[in-house]
C-alpha cells in the first residue's frame, strides 16, 4: 500500500526543475508584447480519445504573431507537477503552423490536460503565451473488473492517510490505474466512524475498528479491507481550508491563505501547496501559511488551481483543501 506523499523541500526543488523543462523559454517582460492569445484547437475541449492513438495536437495562432516554437505538455487530471516521479510527456514544434503529434499510453484512462506554451520574439528577446485544454481519455475495450490492494492498514495515528490502489482489468489485456476519481471512481466507506475517504482515493482512520471501502466504476466493484490498530488514538488530524476563491489582475501579487485551518489540539501544523491546473507559476513559500506568486500575463480570464494538505506533528494530515484563482487581464 502506498502512503500518501507530502510535498518536502526535495520535492519544491523538482517542481522548479520541471517547470523550467516545461517552459524551455527565456521569459522577457515587455510593454510590446502582441495583444493577442494563442489557443488550442485539437484535441478540442471536452474530447474523448482512446489510449493508444497517435493524438494530433493543433493551435491557432493570430495572423503576425511571431512564434518559434510551441510546446505541447501533457499532464494527468489535477496532478501536481512536482508529484511527477518522471518527465511528463512533451512534444514541440518549430515551424508554423506548429501542429504535431503525440502518442498517448496504452495505460492511459481519465482526466488529461493538454498545456501549450509558445514562445514568441520579440526586440529584448522571447515571452511566452500560454493555452490549456481537458480531455478525457476512454477505453474502447470494455472494462471487466477492479482489482484493489487490500488490506489497507493504519499503526500510526488517527488522522493517518494512506493513498488507496484500485486498478482496472479491460477486454484488452491491459491493466490500468483507476485509483483517481477523475478515472471515474467512487467510493464508500462501511464505518465512517473508523474510515472515511475522498474521491482522490485517500483514506483516513478515524477510529478503531475495521470497515469495508467499496470501489465502484462502470458497474464494476472491489472491497478493501481497512484495519484501524493504531500505537496514538488520542490525536485528531488537523482540517485544511485554502481559502475562498479570488479573482485577481495579471501582474499583480497573490497570497493564499490557510489561516482558517485548524488543528484540534492547538498546535503549529506544517502546510504543504502545490499547484495542480492552470499557467505554471513559482509559487515561493509553499510551505508556509501564507504563499505568494505573481499573477501571470493573460490575454483573457485563466484559473489557476492550488491544493492544500495540513499535516501535524504526530503525523496525521488533512484531506485535501482546493483554492482557483482566476486571472483576468
Not at 489510449?51 to 499532464?75: D, E, H, N
Not at 465512517?192 to 482522490?200: C, F, L, T, W, Y
Not at 501544523?269 to 501559511?289: A, K, M, N, T
Request: proline share 7%; glycine share 6%.
Amino acid at each position: 500500500m502506498q502512503c500518501t506523499r507530502i510535498a518536502n523541500q526535495e520535492q519544491f526543488m523538482r517542481r522548479k526543475w520541471l517547470l523550467a523543462v516545461l517552459l524551455n523559454v527565456l521569459i522577457v517582460s515587455s510593454a510590446d508584447r502582441e495583444s493577442a492569445g494563442i489557443q488550442i484547437t485539437a484535441p478540442e475541449k471536452a474530447a474523448v480519445v482512446r489510449p493508444g492513438t497517435l493524438m494530433k495536437l493543433k493551435i491557432g495562432i493570430p495572423s503576425g504573431l511571431p512564434v518559434a516554437m510551441v510546446t505541447y505538455t501533457l499532464l494527468e487530471g489535477d496532478l501536481a507537477l512536482e508529484e511527477k516521479v518522471e518527465r511528463p510527456l512533451s512534444t514541440a514544434s518549430d515551424m508554423a503552423p506548429f501542429e504535431a503529434e503525440m502518442l498517448l499510453p496504452q495505460e492511459a484512462v481519465g482526466s488529461y490536460r493538454l498545456l501549450a506554451v509558445a514562445q514568441v520574439k520579440e526586440r529584448r528577446g522571447f515571452y511566452i503565451l500560454f493555452d490549456e485544454t481537458f480531455f478525457q481519455v476512454s477505453p474502447e475495450a470494455p472494462l471487466l473488473a477492479l482489482r484493489a490492494e487490500s488490506p489497507v492498514r493504519f499503526i500510526n495515528t488517527i488522522g493517518e492517510v494512506q493513498i488507496l490502489s484500485v486498478r482496472g482489468v479491460y477486454g484488452d489485456r491491459i491493466v490500468r490505474d483507476l485509483t483517481s476519481g477523475s478515472a471515474g471512481t467512487v467510493y464508500r466507506s462501511s464505518n465512517e466512524a473508523v474510515v472515511r475517504v475522498n474521491g482522490d482515493g485517500r483514506a483516513q482512520a478515524v477510529g478503531m475498528g475495521t470497515a469495508e471501502i467499496t470501489a465502484q466504476n462502470q458497474g464494476k466493484e472491489d472491497k478493501i479491507r481497512a484495519v484501524v490498530e493504531v500505537r496514538d488514538t488520542e490525536n485528531r488530524p488537523p482540517v485544511a481550508d485554502a481559502g475562498p476563491d479570488q479573482t485577481v489582475r495579471q501582474g499583480t501579487r497573490v497570497r493564499l491563505d490557510a489561516i482558517a485551518s485548524a488543528d484540534p489540539e492547538g498546535e503549529n501544523p506544517s502546510y504543504y501547496w502545490s499547484q495542480v491546473r492552470g499557467i505554471p507559476v513559482d509559487l515561493l513559500e509553499p510551505l508556509s501559511l501564507r504563499p505568494y506568486f505573481t499573477a501571470p500575463v493573460v490575454l483573457r480570464p485563466h484559473v489557476l488551481r492550488f491544493r492544500l494538505i495540513v499535516r501535524d506533528k504526530e503525523e496525521a494530515e488533512s484531506f485535501p483543501a482546493y483554492v482557483n484563482v482566476t486571472v483576468v487581464p
